[in-house]
């Protein structure tokens, strides 16, 4: 059985991933913003899940983050789940936290991402972003970046399973109870890259919906925007992804 880290799981999909795993009988650590938001999750931490917290958001407490996942011990797998759809939080939520975990947490040998199929409308361009977090951000271009970040991984950290997985447009908080997409299919994606042994989900460089490989934008896949990405998190958090 793995320990897989879900981050974002007191709702949503993260809450979905994080029962299903359990459910198999998987080592689940659960995170969310603050001790208050646990409560929700409540039987999953009385039938042994894990938890560590902290804003996202906040660079120092993603730092936090990291070093409480750490005290836990070997992790298997991280789900970069946690994500916001708008406002001035988009990109240091979905973006540099993915980007300073990863740099934090080394050596966990897979990584999945949770993109979306709106990365296809994002904007590659990177100078113009506010990464801090003072203005509002979009949700497509986050979840380009995001996209483009986990095919670097894959790219730079061959030794590591690295991919993107679109979950589909699903009715969570975030997706809305309309949503067409189904839930169970959101999360069967993530799961699998993260705990099976069959040798596709243990491949890299994937962008994944419904378990079958997809072409992401084509900025996603460009080595030169891939390392102008990575450039400018180093940027932004102070923290170097490394040779």
Same mark, same amino acid.
């Given at each position: 059985?793995?320990?897989?880290?879900?981050?974002?799981?007191?709702?949503?999909?993260?809450?979905?991933?994080?029962?299903?795993?359990?459910?198999?009988?998987?080592?689940?650590?659960?995170?969310?913003?603050?001790?208050?938001?646990?409560?929700?999750?409540?039987?999953?931490?009385?039938?042994?899940?894990?938890?560590?917290?902290?804003?996202?958001?906040?660079?120092?407490?993603?730092?936090?983050?990291?070093?409480?996942?750490?005290?836990?011990?070997?992790?298997?797998? @991280?789900?970069? !789940? $946690?994500?916001?759809? &708008?406002?001035?939080?988009?990109?240091?939520?979905?973006?540099? =936290? %993915?980007?300073? *975990?990863?740099?934090?947490?080394?050596?966990?040998?897979?990584?999945?991402?949770?993109?979306?199929?709106?990365?296809?409308?994002?904007?590659?361009?990177?100078?113009?972003?506010?990464?801090?977090?003072?203005?509002?951000?979009?949700?497509?271009?986050?979840?380009?970046?995001?996209?483009?970040?986990?095919?670097?991984?894959?790219?730079?950290?061959?030794? @590591?399973?690295? !991919? $993107?997985?679109?979950? &589909?447009?699903?009715?969570?908080?975030?997706?809305?109870?309309? =949503? %067409?997409?189904? *839930?169970?299919?959101?999360?069967?994606?993530?799961?699998?890259?993260?705990?099976?042994?069959?040798?596709?989900?243990?491949?890299?460089?994937?962008?994944?919906?419904?378990?079958?490989?997809?072409?992401?934008?084509?900025?996603?896949?460009?080595?030169?925007?891939?390392?102008?990405?990575?450039?400018?998190?180093?940027?932004?958090?102070?923290?170097?992804?490394?040779?």
């Amino acid at each position: 059985m793995a320990r897989v880290v879900i981050t974002g799981s007191a709702d949503g999909l993260g809450r979905e991933t994080a029962q299903s795993l359990l459910d198999q009988g998987h080592d689940v650590i659960l995170h969310a913003r603050d001790a208050a938001r646990l409560e929700v999750v409540r039987p999953m931490l009385d039938r042994g899940a894990g938890a560590v917290t902290g804003d996202l958001s906040d660079l120092n407490q993603v730092r936090s983050v990291a070093d409480q996942v750490s005290r836990l011990g070997h992790v298997d797998a @991280v789900i970069h !789940n $946690a994500g916001v759809y &708008g406002g001035r939080l988009v990109l240091p939520v979905n973006v540099v =936290a %993915p980007y300073l *975990l990863t740099v934090l947490l080394p050596g966990v040998p897979r990584l999945v991402y949770l993109s979306s199929g709106m990365h296809r409308g994002g904007d590659p361009s990177l100078s113009q972003q506010d990464w801090a977090g003072d203005k509002p951000g979009s949700y497509s271009d986050s979840k380009l970046f995001v996209t483009a970040l986990a095919l670097a991984i894959a790219r730079l950290r061959p030794e @590591v399973a690295s !991919n $993107a997985v679109d979950p &589909g447009w699903v009715p969570t908080k975030m997706g809305g109870a309309g =949503a %067409p997409d189904d *839930l169970q299919l959101g999360h069967l994606t993530q799961e699998w890259l993260a705990t099976s042994d069959e040798p596709e989900a243990r491949s890299s460089g994937g962008y994944w919906f419904h378990r079958r490989r997809q072409p992401p934008h084509a900025a996603a896949q460009e080595v030169q925007f891939q390392d102008r990405l990575i450039a400018t998190l180093e940027a932004v958090t102070g923290e170097s992804f490394g040779p």
